[in-house]
């Protein structure tokens, strides 16, 4: 059958129209000619998991998946950050007193952004406690207004945000209400933190692992991203 939904497994180091092409071709082996196919919603190349796609007519109704909630499960690592907010950026090393502005920054319910959480530094240790990085992890929960990052897929006048900034262009990405419904820590082993987030559709993890290390005072970014769910459709009844 030509018009079908099909839950992909994304492994890493392949993009979601490289996954659209490949099934196109398998499917277009398969029933003789020219098969369409098309994605509900990107994944990053580093990030695996769950990747919708639609084929024949079903393509039609790609909207109505684009606006689905989705489950991710993040890994961070603290006192650095990444130019992408991802492995494939240039790594530095978080400065102290670094800016909201240079790893993103958040609005709570209109309100400013949780102000960053040094009282730890007094001791020797550059490893947040974990009940402060609970407490900073539970202020995140809620609606919140995420810029999304400067590499991404977002259009800008008509052009990709992330070939506007390879270019090194200067252009502003406007900010969007989101929700966080939750977020767990699945384990903290300084400077590895482990999460998972069940958000809104137009969430950017990457946005949140930064907003998450700036108001830590530590820095983040995302070392790895697997999209576990996507409304009621779950990764583990994917193929490949």
């Known amino acids: 059958m030509e018009d079908q939904i099909i839950l992909v497994d994304k492994p890493a180091g392949i993009s979601s129209f490289g996954m659209v092409a490949k099934v196109r071709k398998q499917l277009s082996t398969e029933f003789g000619h020219k098969v369409k196919v098309g994605h509900t919603g990107t994944l990053d190349p580093f990030a695996t998991g769950l990747l919708i796609l639609l084929t024949g007519k079903m393509t039609k109704k790609s909207n109505e998946f684009l606006k689905l909630d989705k489950v991710y499960e993040a ?28 790893v993103g920054g958040h609005d709570r319910d209109g309100r400013s952004a949780p102000p960053v959480t040094t009282g730890w530094r007094d001791s020797v240790s550059e490893e947040p406690p974990l009940d402060i990085v609970k407490s900073i992890i539970s202020s995140f929960i809620g609606k919140i207004t995420q810029t ?77 991203l697997r999209r576990t769910k996507i409304d009621e459709y779950d990764v583990k009844n994917a193929i490949m």
């Open 75 to 102: 890994t961070l690592k603290l006192g650095y950050i990444s130019s992408t907010g991802d492995p494939e950026g240039e790594i530095t090393k978080y400065p102290k007193g670094g800016s909201k502005e240079s």
């Open 148 to 224: 999304p990052p400067r590499f991404s897929a977002i259009k800008i006048n008509g052009q990709r945000a992330y070939k506007l900034a390879r270019q090194g262009k200067d252009f502003k990405i406007p900010s969007r209400e989101v929700t966080i419904y939750d977020i767990k820590i699945l384990s903290y082993d300084y400077p590895e933190l482990k999460i998972r987030c069940h958000v809104s559709s137009g969430t950017y993890i990457r946005t949140l692992a930064e907003d998450i290390g700036q108001a830590l005072g530590t820095g983040a970014y995302l070392t790895a």
